[in-house]
């Protein structure tokens, strides 16, 4: 019993934890992180497509009906995130707030 406990606890303490109600403000604030922080030409290439003369779309889909895309500049190496869209399903981009503990 105390295993499962502490194996509980590491992961809660590690991997952090969703709560309060979803909200879309909580969405945005995820998606202006990840537009500055992550580097979707290396995390996920394969979901690339043209977006316009000048830019690459990565589209991300949830499964609860939201889709979404992050914008990167299309001349320019490397690519570089420069924003996001969403492209159908608003009402559903609705995101919980994530608390994690690091050390």
């Excluded at 109600?21 to 992550?38: C, I, S």
Aim: hydrophobic share 35%; aromatic share 14%; net charge positive.
């Amino acid at each position: 019993m105390r295993n499962i406990i502490s194996i509980f606890v590491t992961t809660v303490f590690l991997g952090g934890c969703r709560i309060g109600p979803a909200t879309y403000e909580e969405f945005v604030h995820q998606r202006n992180f990840n537009a500055r922080y992550m580097d979707f030409p290396k995390v996920i290439p394969q979901r690339r497509e043209i977006y316009s003369e000048d830019k690459y779309i990565y589209i991300v889909k949830h499964p609860k009906g939201c889709v979404y895309g992050y914008l990167t500049n299309r001349d320019d190496k490397p690519e570089k995130v420069i924003g996001w869209i969403i492209l159908s399903g608003k009402e559903h981009c609705k995101e919980q707030r994530n608390f994690t503990f690091q050390i």
